[in-house]
């Protein structure tokens, strides 16, 4: 029988451990940050490589034109989404000012059926330019980090062309030379599948909503595209910070109808992304709570900034992933899964009945 004292200790010097490891993932995160971008670009990329190796592509050459691919889309996409954001920024104090109004018209009109608002007050509590302020922030935190723009391209290059030697490696170094453990195996896979898939889903979120908006004529369209291609990684949470800011702009440029269309339009395209296409090509057994799903914006957050947030679920569901391939673990991942996730592996443990 297990002294309870040792297994305290035990306990004890793990969770010290997990303390210690990130703490020196924070302050390491110069160079981490680079690297764990650079390893999702890579990872994206990768069944691109492999499809242009199945058509008797040589790696480098198929490993050459992706990335240069990704260079060319790159600047061009940088250079508009940088002007949309440079004009952005200048109507700033304008859009701020002009929501800021509108929401004190609508706590005037609830004053006239008796609902009593300290006007001041609310505004000082509740700032609709707010919202303005964080698109900013965030996206001048992300161009912050793209400043390393070389460094992830070469990392990226280096990642794609190992990408072969990558499973062996990882089987040796967990000590299983003949390749026996499946579990590894479907780690690496499960991992690249879902990032190749979530990507697609990401980039269709965006060109979808970027087409709506220009559609109805809102301003810096490229802007709230790109957004909402990259909060698309954050699954429940993303799409409504996504939306906000342009409704925001929606209500102030083309009035509260259109501002409503805005909103239908982020709401459809959310809804058959998320839950018919994405399901359908990436199943149910990948999925989070939605609770697991907010702490993990905060964590990642916290742990690597702004490129944390965008990557937390990614980032999680690894986690996720390499709890499940592994049948002592496997109640953690339970616990991070959704409902449905649940009710899927109680049907999957269910004895069949002839």
Known sequence: MQNPSSSSLKVLLILASIVIVLAGIKAASVIVV??????????????????AISKKVPRSIAVVLVILMIVVFGFILAGLVGQSMNEFSQNLPKYRAQ????????????????????KQQILSYLDPGMAMNMVSNLLSSLGGVLTNFLLILLIVVF????????PKKVHIALDDPDMKIQQIDKFLVSVKNYL???TLVSLGT???????LYFLGLDHVLLWAMLAFLLNYIPNIGSIIAAIPAVLLAVVQLGSGSAGLVALGYIMTNTIM?????????????????????LSLIFWGWLLGTVGMLLSVPLTM???????SNPNTRWIALLLASENDEQVDEKKEEPQTP
């Not at 680079?34 to 499809?51: D, E």
């Not at 929501?99 to 300290?118: C, P, R, S, T, Y």
């Not at 090509?281 to 999925?287: A, F």
Request: aromatic share 14%.
């Open 159 to 166: 990642m794609l062309f190992e990408a072969d030697s990558i």
């Open 196 to 198: 190749a898939i979530k």
């Open 206 to 212: 965006g060109l979808v909503i970027g087409l709506w």
């Open 318 to 324: 690894i986690v996720k992933i390499a709890l499940e």
């Open 99 to 118: 929501l800021v109004d509108e929401f004190a018209w609508l706590i005037g009109q609830a004053q006239n059926f008796n609902l009593k608002f300290d």
């Open 274 to 294: 998320g839950n018919i296409v994405e399901p359908r090509y990436m199943g149910r057994g990948l999925g989070l709570s939605t609770l697991v799903v907010f």
């Open 34 to 51: 680079p690297f764990l971008l650079s390893l999702f670009i890579a990872m994206a990329c990768s069944p691109v490589v492999t499809w």
